[in-house]
């Protein structure tokens, strides 16, 4: 069976990052309220003039390097963000040049806000799968706090900027749990609820950006419900227990979503990486950025099983399980 196989990964968080307190200087908040709601305490900011297509060509050339490869080795790039560097061309083609690929293979943005990692993964793995490509560069990248109200202490606290990459490679598995690569992936969404978390903004409406809206507390609430049936759902499909999973990487939006969704599926604190605290929410970028994070540190090792899932406006959510 043809499988989807974590080469390698990267990250890059901007240099300039804001505390806790630095916060409570522009908004009526405290380090406390956010520590004890959220767990964050940091959260890093993209530099004046730097762009999405800038942390998401930073954190693909990491990867490319651990790989030993070069933009000639890519057949194509897909790249989630909800923060685009202009409403067109994608940010993807800007990384496509950036990295040298010239007019090899294609490139385009996934939009599935805090989902768009698990959804770029899903897309490229399938693509691998149906045989129409053999390596592809799956990132996540946000500017995320140019969306932001920094008026609206509700929201403004919650998100950073950041990128993260993987390297996905075609290789013959056996067909069961034991494959490295890609085992299983899983999508959702509900337009229904769109209204929970969204932007004001945008060509076909206002002709403007538009900023962050969200509704926190059914947010919350749809999270915790939603990640932990798309976990079941993957474990499930690939016949995998929670005794199994080696490492749990959730999309980084609120501690206590994470230990809320960990608890519910009785996976241990110890297994569960955590990257909240020094990142912030990186909407799309959570995920391989906390992915790299684990890696680099060492705790990810090669065999291990890894359960990733988001969720996020749309509403979108999904899950995916591999072996890295
Ligand atoms: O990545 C996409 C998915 N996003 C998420 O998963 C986020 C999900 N939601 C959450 O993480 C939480 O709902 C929040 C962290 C956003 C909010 O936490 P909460 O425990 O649900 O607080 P709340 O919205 O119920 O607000 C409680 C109180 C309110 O005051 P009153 O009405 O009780 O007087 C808020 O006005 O906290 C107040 N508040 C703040 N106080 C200080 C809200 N934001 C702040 C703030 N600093 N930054």
């Not at 899903?122 to 946000?142: C, H, M, P, Y």
Request: charged share 25%; glycine share 10%; net charge negative.
């Amino acid at each position: 069976m043809r499988r989807s196989v974590m080469l390698s990964c990267g990250s890059y968080l901007p240099e300039k990052f804001l505390t806790n307190n630095d916060l409570a200087k522009i908004v009526d908040t405290t380090d406390e309220w956010i520590t004890q709601r959220t767990g964050i305490r940091k959260r890093h900011v993209a530099g004046e003039g730097e762009k999405t297509s800038d942390m998401a060509t930073r954190a693909a050339e990491k990867a490319l390097k651990a790989a030993g490869l070069t933009g000639a080795d890519i057949d194509a790039i897909f790249l989630a963000t909800t923060t685009p560097d202009q409403t067109f061309p994608a940010t993807a083609v800007t990384v496509q040049d950036n990295i040298g690929m010239g007019d090899r293979g294609f490139a385009f943005d996934i939009q599935a806000v805090c989902s768009g990692f698990i959804y770029a993964l899903s897309t490229a793995d399938n693509f691998i799968k149906s045989g129409q490509i053999n390596r592809a560069l799956v990132i996540g990248a946000e500017h995320f706090t140019r969306l932001l109200d920094w008026d609206d202490r509700t929201t403004c606290v919650l998100f950073g900027d950041g990128a993260g990459a993987v390297i996905l490679e075609a290789a013959e598995g056996k067909g069961d749990k034991t494959d490295r690569g890609i085992l299983t992936t899983h999508l959702h969404s509900e337009g229904a609820k769109r209204d929970l978390l969204y932007v004001d903004g945008g060509p076909s409406s206002t002709r403007t950006v538009g900023h962050v809206r969200m509704n926190g507390k059914e947010v919350f609430r749809n999270a915790v419900t939603r990640m932990s049936e798309a976990i079941v759902e993957a474990m499930q499909a690939s016949g995998v227990t929670p005794e199994e999973v080696d490492w749990l990487v959730p999309h980084q939006a609120n501690r206590r979503i994470i230990d809320a969704t960990a608890e519910k599926l009785n996976l241990p604190a110890n297994k569960v990486v955590v990257t909240v605290e020094e990142h912030g929410n990186t909407s799309a970028a959570s995920i391989p950025l906390a992915l790299s994070v684990a890696v680099e540190d060492g705790r990810i090792r090669r065999g291990d099983l890894i359960l990733m899932e988001a969720m996020g406006g749309g509403l979108t959510w999904g899950a995916a399980l591999a072996r890295w």
